[in-house]
C-alpha cells in the first residue's frame, strides 16, 4: 500500500494545557509532516524530519492549515438525526414528544442502515473521527451503526439503549432481552476492527430495577466495554428518578447501587449535583460529560466544569445531538465556552482544543491510539482552516499568535472549517 505524507501546520497535545502559556503541553510544528501508512500515523515532525523517511509516499500539501488529531464526541445519539432543532420544549416532553417517535423509526433495518451512512458523513464533514453513540433500542440500529463504521474503519464505540418502562410498546425491551440482545451485540462487534461496545441503559426513568440488575450484570462480565447514561440534566427528571427508586440516596446512587460506575463510564450531562455524587464519581473514575449545546437548547442548567475538575473528576465535553444543536466539535467548544464564561470559568482556547482532540481520548481510556498525532497512533487527522468564512478571514487580518487563531476556530468555526478529515488515513472528501 502506498504512504501519504501531510505536509502541513501541525499541533498536537501531550497534556492538558494549564494556562496559554502552558508551551510545554502541546506540539507545535509551523513547517510539520505526518507519514501514513496502513491507518497508522508511522512518523510526525517537522517536515525536515519526516521527509526523508517518505520514499515515494504520495504527498498532500495543506499548508497554511493546520493538521490536528479528529475530534472526539462522548455523547450523542445516532437516531436523532431528525430530531435537531424541534421547538420548544424542556427534557421530557420534548422525549415523548420528538424522540421517541422519531426513535420508533429505526424497527425498520432500512431506515437504520441509510441514516448510518448519512450519521457518519455529517461527523466526517464536521471532523468528527470518533463518537460514542446511543442506538435506539432496536439491536438492528446498532447494528447499521457498527457496519457504516466499519465500512470506513472509523473507531467507533456504541450499543443499544436498554429501556423498559416509561417509553412507547414499541421503544420497550424487557430487563431479559435488553440483556440477552446487549450481550449478543457485544460478541458481534465489541473488538471487530475499531468497534467498541458502551453498554447503554439510557437512565434511570426508563430502566426497572430488574432492567438496571441487568446491566450491572453485563458491566460485570464486560470490563472492557464502556458505560453510558445520563445523570441530573433536569430537575423534573431528578425528581422523577428518584421517585422510582426511594431507596437511593439520590440519582447517582442508582446507577452505583447497580455497579455501574467505574471509569468506563460516561455520564451524560452531570449538572444539579451533590457535594456527595461530585465526590462519588470522582472517587469511581466515572467521567461527566459536558453537553453545553444541549444544556442551552434544553434549558436544563449549567455544567460546573470547575467545580467536577477540582474534585478530581476527568470531564469529556460532547454535542449530544438531537438535543445539541451542532454536530461540530468547534460549536460545542463556542457554547461551552459561554457557558463557562457565566461562571466565571474562561476556558482557553489551547484548553478546548486539548479537550476535543487527547482529553476526551483520555476520558475513553484510548489515549494511546487517537486524540494526538504522535507516531504509533491511528491515523484519524482533521485539517482545519481559520480562513474558511470572510468573517474569519477578516478576523485573521489582526492574528498572529496560534492561540488567537484557535480562538477564532472556536468561537466562529463549524463545518466549512474543515478542509479535510482522515479516518484510518483516507481522505473523507
Ligand atoms: N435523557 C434520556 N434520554 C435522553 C436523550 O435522548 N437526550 C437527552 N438530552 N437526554 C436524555
Ligand atoms: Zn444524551
Redesign the pocket.
Known sequence: MTDTLLRGRLLSFSAQPQDPDDTGAYRYEEDGALLLRDGVILASGTHDEVAPQAGGATVIDHRPHLMMAGFIDPHI?FP?LQVVASWGRQ?LDW?NGY?FPEEARFVDPEHAQAMATRFLDLLCAHGTTTAVAYCSVHPASADAYFEAAAARDMRMIGGKVMMDRNAPDNLRDTAQQGHDETEALIAKWHGRGRAGYAISP??AITSTPEQMEMAGALVAAHPGCHVQT?LS?NRDEIAFATSLYPRARDYLDIYDHYGLLNDRMLL?HAIHLSDREVARIAETGARPVFCPT?NLF?GSGLFDEARMRDAGACNAIAT?IG?GTSYSMLQTLNEGYKILQLQNQSLHALRAFDWITRGNAAALGLADRIGTLDAGTEADIVILDARATPAMALRMERVERLEDELFVLQMLGDDRAVAQTYVAGRPQK
Open positions: 445519539h436523532q427534557l422525549l424522540v439510557r437512565f445520563h440534566e451524560g444541549s434544553l449530544d438535543a
